[in-house]
Nanobody
Framework: QVQLVESGGGLVQAGGSLRLSCAASGRTFRRIAMGWFRQAPGKEREFVAAINVIGGNTNYADSVKGRFTISRDNAKNTVYLQMNSLKPEDTAVYYC??????????????WGQGTQVTVSS
């Protein structure tokens, strides 16, 4: 079992930055890939970014490429999402997930409760 707790969400103006954190419990963190997804009001949840077990490979949705960076610290059992140049369309609830290194939901077995990110124009 892996439990995930996100933090770092909030309200920011367009062009600003936020860093989301996801703290994981359990000793399996170092053997599991991590991902970030988001769900905007009235829309389906979508893939944002993923990072493999070691952290050497990352994958991003086209909409965030060049602006967001996913990273992990296996010593702290934590994965991060650095979000720069934020846009109003980035407003969503952001979810951390643990599972396989995939860009779709079905690849992930464990999910956090989500953290709200709101970008004002």
């Amino acid at each position: 079992q892996v439990q995930l707790v996100e933090s770092g969400g909030g309200l920011v103006q367009a062009g600003g930055s936020l860093r989301l954190s996801c703290a994981a419990s359990g000793r399996t963190f170092r053997r599991i890939a991590m991902g970030w997804f988001r769900q905007a009001p009235g829309k389906e949840r979508e893939f944002v970014a993923a990072i493999n077990v070691i952290g050497g490979n990352t994958n991003y949705a086209d909409s965030v490429k060049g602006r967001f960076t996913i990273s992990r610290d296996n010593a702290k059992n934590t994965v991060y999402l650095q979000m720069n140049s934020l846009k109003p369309e980035d407003t969503a609830v952001y979810y951390c997930a643990a599972g396989l290194y995939r860009d779709y939901e079905a690849g992930y077995d464990y999910w956090g409760q989500g953290t709200q990110v709101t970008v004002s124009s």
